[in-house]
């Protein structure tokens, strides 16, 4: 099975800190994703990759900047974190051009203070 | 711009009730429609899909269908279980190959 992993569970950080969300997958899948996960708005997307250091912006990506340097590594930058970038934050993967099935990690809570 | 709409709940069944989950889109074209699950503490799976009008996804016991006169794609099951409780996301690809998703709607299947 594919396997996302997102490196904390939880995370409690303080308004202005730089905060680092890394994701991994293990299956070479090409398109990774960052969403950001609010009661009810649903899943937004923040950021996502095609290939290796490359990026596109999502629908919501103010805030926010994106590394790939390795294909299976996709990391969410919180330059200055705000207190309204407290959320859930979720990670996905998919393979092809059509990533209609995508494969999520189980998730950051992360709570700006 | 495309956009997915979906019943607010929580939805709250006792176990072996027939369960709908109402979703509608709008969109320029005929998307992909997709339903999502994620159970407590865990990542969102795909749980079913659909890519064309009159197509039936189905999966687990969950079925929907693609209703483009309707735009449509509402989630059934016959006969809920206890382990159903979880929370359901209807999607759909827009032009761009983007997954938009719904606002998520919490079942709760009580025994």
């Known amino acids: 099975d594919v396997k996302v992993t997102q490196s904390s569970r939880y995370l409690v950080k303080r308004t202005g800190e730089k905060v680092f969300l890394e994701c991994v997958q293990d299956m070479d899948h090409e398109n990774m994703f960052w969403y950001r996960q609010d009661p009810g708005l649903g899943l937004r997307l923040i950021y996502f990759s095609y290939d290796v250091k490359m990026k596109e912006k999502g629908d919501i990506p103010e805030g926010y900047s994106v590394s790939r340097e390795k294909k299976e590594r996709f990391s969410l930058i919180l330059e200055s974190a705000s207190t309204n970038q407290t959320s859930m934050y979720l990670c996905?993967?998919?393979?092809?051009?059509?990533?209609?099935?995508?494969?999520f990690g189980s998730g950051t809570q992360l709570s700006v203070l | 711009g495309n956009s997915v709409t979906q019943m607010e709940g929580p939805v709250t069944l006792s176990e072996e009730a027939f369960l709908t989950i109402n979703c509608t889109y709008t969109?320029?074209?005929?998307?992909?429609l997709f339903w999502y699950v994620q159970y407590p503490g865990e990542g969102l799976q795909l749980l079913l899909k659909?890519?064309?009008?009159?197509d039936k996804g189905s999966n687990k016991g969950f079925e929907a269908t693609y209703r483009k006169e309707t735009t449509s794609f509402h989630l059934e099951k016959g006969s809920v279980q206890v382990s159903d409780s979880a929370v359901y996301f209807c999607?759909?690809?827009?032009?761009?190959?983007?997954?938009?998703f719904g606002s998520g709607t919490r079942l709760l299947v009580r025994p």
């Open positions: 996905a993967s998919s393979i092809g051009t059509g990533h209609e099935k995508l494969f």
């Open positions: 969109a320029t074209g005929y998307p992909s």
């Open positions: 999607a759909s690809r827009d032009s761009s190959y983007k997954l938009i």
């Open positions: 659909a890519t064309k009008a009159d």
